[in-house]
């Protein structure tokens, strides 16, 4: 595994991270040599919500830790807020301080590494949420904070208030779902592609020395589900192939190696629940895509340059 130096931190993180969305469905045990494997592969990051499993995810990550509390030490936790499902989304001081209290509760942890406010609300108050934070940190309940999903504006406008500095943007990112690498290639174009539908955060987070997180790593489409095997990216899945025979993984690894190539340094999340699955995503940080082979997935997705 590969690591590096999250910028404003003291946080030396693995380049592919472990999401928890999906391990409410297995059992302790099940969870539980998962963590280990992540662990014994070198990854060290592990990334929860508030909202995954309606709390089971983290229910269960903390019995894992209640069995071995030496593993803590090990480890760096993430974990979000914002989102009540269907219903709305609140960035209020309250909900924040309340999440946060439950969701230590559950991880069976004093405090998490960082805090990641999940959705944008359209009705958060900036002063409010810096209170937050500081009271947070403060009480050594998290150490550094960051965002999911937000906008540059969003994010100066929450840093104007706060002295914490917004340590990570967790971003929607895959081969299939580059938004914010596809404008940026089709400047000034009058095609679709050139459509600025985020406001430049990649550059921008690179600009702050932000980090990405990448979520729904192989994923086209929440209607589509999964770009490996499907059918609708079959030459997509050809070069995948191709790449993966010649570095000697999956394509689940490959996709993975795509992101990390990136030289914005971006962080990959795979949400495996499947321990073998995990060992051969994590052989993503030992490959390093040529140019060539960047490209040549990025226009097999069905992407044009101008």
């Known amino acids: 595994m590969k690591y590096v130096q999250l910028p404003q931190t003291d946080l030396n993180v693995s380049r592919i991270a472990l999401g928890c969305m999906r391990i409410a469905g297995k059992t302790t045990d099940e969870v539980e040599v998962l963590v280990k494997k992540a662990l014994e592969l070198g990854i060290n990051f592990f990334d929860h919500a508030d909202i995954y499993g309606g709390g089971r995810s983290e229910e269960l990550f903390g019995e894992v830790l209640k069995r071995n509390p030496e593993l803590r030490q090990k480890m760096i936790l993430q974990t979000k807020c914002s989102i009540i499902p269907g219903k709305m989304y609140d960035l209020s001081k309250e909900h924040i301080l309340s999440s946060v209290d439950k969701s230590l509760a559950r991880l069976n942890t004093d405090y998490v590494d960082v805090l990641l406010l999940h959705r944008p609300d359209a009705l958060f108050e900036p002063q409010e949420v810096a209170e937050a934070f500081d009271e947070l940190y ?45 404008s940026g290639l089709n400047m ?22 932000i980090t990405i997180q990448a979520w729904s790593i192989v994923q086209a489409s929440w209607a589509e589900g999964s770009f490996i095997s499907n059918p609708s990216y079959e030459k997509l899945n050809t070069v995948l192939q191709k790449l993966g025979a010649k570095y ?8 993975a190696a795509w992101i990390l190539r990136h030289p914005a340094g971006i962080q990959a999340i795979t949400g495996t629940t499947s321990p073998a699955h995990l060992e051969d995503t994590a052989r993503a940080a030992d490959i390093c895509l040529t140019r060539e082979e960047w490209y040549s997935l990025y226009m097999s997705s069905g992407k044009p340059l101008p």
């Open 138 to 182: 403060a009480a050594k309940k998290v150490r550094w904070f960051g965002v999911s999903n937000f906008t540059p504006g969003q994010i100066r406008l929450l840093q104007k208030y706060s002295k914490h500095p917004i340590v990570i943007n967790q971003l929607q990112l895959s081969i299939v779902h580059s938004v914010m690498i596809d």
């Open 188 to 209: 000034n174009m009058k095609e679709d592609w050139a459509q600025d539908k985020d406001g430049g955060v990649l550059d921008f987070c690179r600009l702050n020395d």
């Open 248 to 255: 000697g993984v999956s394509s689940n690894a490959i996709a």
